[in-house]
């Protein structure tokens, strides 16, 4: 059911002026900046904004980021859900303790978050060495670091876009269905998640998004190299060819375009219903 919406009593001086206001800083600080990424990509001819795209290092951090988002996204969804669910199902107590701990990626920068990591799993820690001296694993500067910092900084999205919808449905169709003989499973695919599907959605866009984008904390654990992701990559190149640099950035550049159109998409589904 969709609402109808009406202006507010504003003169229309003033809603022309704040459309303006808006549309101008779009223009500046969303639009422009993406048009010169593009065009600083192409400066040099398609031939070598194919070269770089098609470079093994271009590859190799394309893999290497698709790798941290394919393990990364999925395991934030099953977390997002439970969580979800625990949280807007029922009531206990330290409830509010546990979305504060949720919310914590988005108070701590990424930055302080891989620092984190590097005191928990570097070479002189407790972990590192624990786990260097009894099973030869190294986690940090290792593509399994990555994946653990994107982890962190992208688990809030899928609870946090859940929440408040399962907050708002209560639980009064799971104890109906519970009744008349469902089990757990059955609760969850026929009735909780064709209700949450749209919100579920939106948070897998957002949390993919943000793995697939991440720096601050990646650049942190992460020792390079072999191990870059694409924002890495970037980063690197940056300092010996900003052509390429450009070139490589356009690939993020349509994902974040490819999930606006999902984005909005999802929310023009959402208030259908």
């Not at 993919?208 to 694409?230: D, I, P, W, Y």
């Amino acid at each position: 059911m969709s609402i109808s919406r009406q202006n507010t009593d504003e003169p229309p001086f003033v809603r022309y002026l704040l459309i303006t206001i808006a549309i101008t800083f779009m223009a500046l600080f969303l639009l422009l900046p993406l048009i010169l990424v593009f065009y600083c990509a192409f400066e040099e001819g398609l031939t070598t904004y194919w070269t770089a795209l098609t470079s093994r290092r271009t590859i190799r951090a394309i893999g290497v980021t698709l790798l941290t988002v394919g393990i990364a996204v999925p395991i934030n969804v099953l977390f997002g859900i439970m969580s979800a669910w625990c949280l807007g199902k029922f009531n206990f107590w330290g409830k509010s303790l546990l979305i504060s701990l949720i919310d914590l990626p988005f108070a701590v920068s990424p930055v302080i978050a891989g620092l984190l990591f590097v005191i928990l799993f570097g070479m002189h820690s407790i972990f590192g060495d624990w786990l260097m001296a009894n099973f030869g694993i190294k986690i940090l500067h290792t593509t399994t670091a990555t994946v653990i910092a994107t982890m962190f900084v992208t688990f809030p999205f899928v609870t946090r876009e859940l929440l408040p919808t399962m907050q708002a449905q209560g639980s009064e169709e799971e104890l109906a269905a519970r009744v008349l003989g469902a089990n757990g499973l059955q609760i969850f695919f026929r009735v909780t998640l064709p209700n949450i599907k749209w919100a579920l959605l939106y948070g897998v866009v957002l949390c993919n998004a943000r793995a697939m984008g991440e720096f601050g904390a990646v650049n942190v654990v992460s020792h390079g190299g072999k191990n870059n992701t694409l924002s890495l990559l970037i980063y690197e190149t940056y300092q010996s060819d900003l052509v390429a640099a450009f070139a490589v950035s356009t690939l993020l550049a349509l994902m974040a375009i490819v999930t606006l159109v999902l984005k909005t998409y999802i929310e023009m589904k959402t208030q259908d219903e």
